[in-house]
């Protein structure tokens, strides 16, 4: 059996994931990081970005929009405003939301303040549509 370490995935409204997982690769804003059991101490800013982790020989995958990743002895955490995992996500409503976003966004008379609030609303849909797009790819692929 492979060795494993503890991950925790919070946001301030969920606790999104609590499981033994093998291995884990996010993406820090210094790049991707990869964390196996017995990694070293770290805490680093994360991205908006699909994040992968590795339970019980599989790939799974989700989605992270910025916060925090803290790596130490217990295992890793990661605080975010907003965590989905890819089997969460709907597709269809995350589409229709970045088109009403892309949308607002093209829309002339729009305020600063509502076309920086559309930005943030569409670069998030799009890590959300990504992360679906990952994990439809790596569907049945088994590690180890």
Do not use: C
């Amino acid at each position: 059996m492979p060795k494993t370490f503890k991950l925790k995935v919070l946001t301030p409204s969920a606790t999104i994931l609590d499981e033994e997982v093998e291995q884990i690769i996010a993406r820090s804003i210094d790049g991707e990081i990869g964390v196996l059991p017995d990694h070293i101490p770290l805490i680093t800013p994360l991205s908006l970005a699909p994040f992968q982790y590795f339970s019980g020989g599989e790939r799974k995958v989700a989605a992270v929009l910025g916060g925090m990743m803290e790596v130490s002895k217990e295992g890793v955490t990661i605080i975010s405003d907003h965590a989905a995992l890819a089997e969460n996500i709907d597709s269809v409503v995350a589409e229709r939301e970045k088109e009403l976003a892309a949308a607002k966004l093209a829309h002339k008379s729009t305020e600063q303040v509502e076309v920086q609030q559309a930005e943030m609303e569409l670069a998030k849909l799009l890590v959300m549509l990504e992360t679906v797009e990952l994990a439809r790819r790596l569907k049945n692929t088994r590690v180890g």
